[in-house]
């Protein structure tokens, strides 16, 4: 993926917010000043992202246990080996700023795995007891890489190689996927919340993306099922 990063810049300065970048060798750095404030933003974009199997793996993981909102990049989940990994993602991606959190239910104590992180947040809506998150205020990378490669995630899935793919699911299914005991049935399973007023496309978008899942699964040799 090369970054288009004109359009983003012009949407930026009609904005208000006086963006200027210095391009580098890998990246561009790019600063911008929010209204009313005296000091400028800056933030890093990588001027290509590949994506092979170790990138694959870890977006599959962001489309599972996404988190931070849509101007940040992060993921949550109580495995400490699944937030680490994502960090380095982001690193690769030459993010800076990159924010670890503890965030806990009232009625857990942090005290007994707050060594891992340094920052600490009581939840009101946490699910679970705990969780970790990893995530970096950057809503450029959000929107020219992350929601870009959703955007034609199946289509590149499609014209992607078996083992990239595979990295894919494994990301997809480590974050929101789930193991039978005898070790023959894998689920995972998506959905929307009709406690709130959804428009058709809304609905029909959950039905598209289990169908094409379903469709690359089968290419891939597997045995899937819609229910």
Known sequence: LKINLKSSLEKLRLSGLKPQYEEKRNIYKITYRMPGKSERTQVNLPKVVI??????????????????GRSKVGVANKNWTFIKTFEYLLQSLNQEKIDLTLTHSSSFNPKLIQRKVKKIALCKTQYGNYAFRVEVSNKLLRDLVFNKFEEHIYSILFNSKRCVRHAF??????????????????????????????TNEEIRKVLKKAVYLNYLLKMDGFNPRIS
């Open 51 to 68: 994506f092979d199997e170790i990138y694959a793996k870890e977006f599959g993981k962001w489309m599972g246990d996404r988190c931070g």
């Open 169 to 198: 699911y494994a990301g997809l299914f480590e974050a929101e996927g789930s193991i039978s005991q005898d070790l023959h049935n894998i689920s995972y399973a998506f959905g929307i919340n009709l406690k709130k007023e959804r």
